[in-house]
């Protein structure tokens, strides 16, 4: 039976990981597919009316990510006992601290610039570009790491009891969503369009939250 420090923490975290999920996944499924590696192509951001509305999107769920995930560590109990679940839950919340400023300067910078770019003048534009990279390797990995492990352990030890079949398909989606990053880094960019996977995995990890939610109420 699952059981909480914190039951109001619980029910606030999941509540807040819904949403993000949510917002995640559909500002993703409007995003166009990358385009051979990390830097962002001016004229790919040029040519989508709607870059800017997606990453803000993607930043708010972004931002309710840390959120529930420090909740969720408020919570204590279930949650943590584990020692790779309270890893997998500090690593989302500092994974996605950083991971959101690429989504930041995506929305706010990035699409104001890509105009001035797509003319020849780079220069502010690459040193933007430059930074979302350094602040996407600092925090992509740790959050993958974060929702790896949490499926993990759902699979191992169920946590919160979720169906066999929905732990095992988080687990999946959350090893298919390194290989966008892999991909881009290595040179293997038949790999990039694996960045859907990250749809239903936000998904999978809004359904966590409003699953953490239901128990807290009882």
């Known amino acids: ?108 910078v990035m699409h104001a610039l890509a105009p001035m770019a797509s003319t020849g003048d780079t220069v502010v534009y690459d040193a933007f570009n430059r930074l979302l990279v350094g602040f996407g390797w600092l925090g992509n990995p740790l959050f993958l790491a974060g929702l790896t492990a949490l499926a993990l352990m759902e699979v191992r030890i169920h946590t919160i009891r979720m169906s066999r079949e929905l732990a095992w398909f988080g687990l999946a989606v959350a090893l298919l969503s390194w290989l966008r990053g892999i991909g881009s880094a290595t040179g293997l960019y038949f790999l990039e369009p694996f960045v859907l996977a990250n749809i239903p995995a936000f998904l999978w990890l809004g359904w966590y939250g409003v699953r953490v939610a239901m128990l807290a109420r009882r």
Do not use: K
């Open 1 to 108: 039976m699952a059981d909480f420090r914190e039951p109001g923490a619980a029910r606030a975290g999941g509540y807040t990981l819904a949403v993000a999920g949510v917002l995640v996944a559909a500002g993703l499924a409007l995003h166009p597919l990358p385009s051979r590696g990390l830097f962002e192509q001016a004229s790919v951001l040029a040519s989508t009316p709607l870059w800017g509305p997606i990453h803000i999107a993607i930043a708010m769920g972004f931002v309710l990510c840390v959120l529930g995930g420090l909740l969720m560590l408020a919570a204590g109990g279930t949650l943590i006992r584990h020692w790779l679940n309270a890893f997998a839950w500090g690593a989302i919340a500092v994974g996605m601290i950083f991971f959101t400023g690429v989504a930041l300067i995506n929305g706010f």
